[in-house]
């Protein structure tokens, strides 16, 4: 009876840790300072994976990133639309304060300035956010190492890339640079996502895991 309700409980915890899935789409926007270029989007990201507090470079695509779209007008390369197959990495920071992921993120409390309103000054020795970070990293760039924007990173591809905190680059990083302006959920919508088919065959393997083991913990108990 106790392995039955162990294996009961496991199940259980599974089952939950589906329930509790919160998928949700944030609308974006990065815009020139004093020029025409613009990168406007959303991305999907299923909240309960996502450190908040916490700072992250998630691989994509991933559990935590389901969905991305970015569209670059205005720049003087590198304009089209963009998905989540052009990108390798998305970059979260709250700096340190708890985000109400419901409403408008840019200008919310951190422990340090309020959330994307400053950047590092750029040098030779890089930098440090003070106010946090969100970015897109495009894929073929080059080995990003220690240093979150290195200065010697290579160009990537077409699609924008992050260059510095909060600041995306268009035609891979070579062309205009345009600097977050919002970041919302969209208010009152819940994604509901197909889970990736890598998620659903772990957690099918798991689930099998879980039935045998409790069938052999069944049949040992059966022989005493």
Known sequence: ????RILLALVLGVAASIAVANPVQFNFTF????????????????TGLIANPGASNYEVPSAA?????VTVAGA?????????DDFCDVVFDTQG???DLTRELVGQPTAGDPWATTVPMRSPSGGSG???DFNLISCGGGERGSDRYPATRGMG?????????FTLGADGGSANEMRLVSMAAVAGT??????????????????ALIAGLGLAALRTGKSH
Do not use: C, R
């Open 1 to 4: 009876m106790i392995k039955e």
């Open 31 to 46: 815009q020139e300072s004093g020029g025409p270029a613009s990168a406007t989007g959303y991305i999907v990201l299923e």
């Open 65 to 69: 990133v389901l969905d991305l779209s």
């Open 76 to 84: 003087s390369s590198g304009n089209g639309t963009f998905g989540l």
């Open 97 to 99: 304060g708890t985000l």
């Open 130 to 132: 003070t106010s946090g």
């Open 157 to 165: 591809s077409g699609a924008p890339d992050g260059v510095w905190w």
């Open 190 to 207: 819940l994604v509901h996502h197909a889970v990736p088919a890598t998620n659903f065959w772990s957690l099918s393997g798991l689930l």
